[in-house]
């Protein structure tokens, strides 16, 4: 079953944040655990690691036990510790909600996590991604091309992995120099925000939802409703 262990193998190298308590008070004074409130603050974490998996280790990388990982899997870790000086911690969303109209410790839609964690990716110069919110239900490209150009230095990194010499790689062919070129474009997250259906995803979404879980950028889906929260990273059969 070579297909059965590829998935598994895909699903286990996923980051996954739940729920924890006993955790530094949030904002000094605040709650020390997320139990009840911090599902879709979760999932939105896991939603950005994948991005920082991509974007620092490739998307072909995979978390093997008993295999020693390299500097950067724990520097993507390290960005969603519980602490305060985390860029991507409980700790920085719940506080950064406050500007979004939300309490510490109140429950936040996808939208919500959106916009606080667009915010948050601009103290990240370690990955330096340009994130994009398609407001509407629409993208327009010139808006993402003017975001992306970038003059900034940028660290290694495995934005994009090993590819086919005719492949083109953020534009660029995969060839002596494309790491220093690529330092001009900002690696790209697109958060589209929108409603599939009022209850349950409306099975006119089902097909086109399906084939944006098969692109290979794909980051996955989050949603779900007060005290509820879900991550879908793609889908197995029909």
Known sequence: ?????????????????TYRKNFPAIGGTGPTSDTGWGCMLRCG?????????CRHLGRD????????????????LNAFIDKKDSYYSIHQIAQMGVGEGKSIGQWYGPNTVAQVLKKLATFDTWSSLAVHIAMDNTVVIEEIRRL?????????????????????????????????????????????????GLTEINEAYI??????????????????????????IGYVGE
């Open 207 to 232: 097909e086109t939802l399906k084939h944006c879980f098969m692109m290979p950028q794909s980051l996955g889906v989050i949603g779900g409703k007060p005290n509820s929260a879900h991550y879908f």
């Open 45 to 53: 974490q896991m939603i950005f690691a994948q991005a920082l998996v």
């Open 148 to 196: 992306c150009q970038s003059n900034l230095p940028c660290a290694g990194a495995a934005a994009c992995p090993a590819l086919e010499s005719d492949v083109l790689c953020n534009g660029f062919p995969e060839e002596a120099g494309v790491r220093e070129r690529l330092c001009l474009w900002k690696p790209l997250v697109l958060l589209i925000p929108l409603r599939l």
């Open 61 to 76: 990388w995979r978390w093997i036990k008993g295999k020693k990982q390299m500097g950067n899997y724990f520097s993507v």
């Open 1 to 17: 079953f070579p297909e059965k262990e590829e998935i598994l193998l895909d699903v286990t190298s996923r980051l996954w944040f």
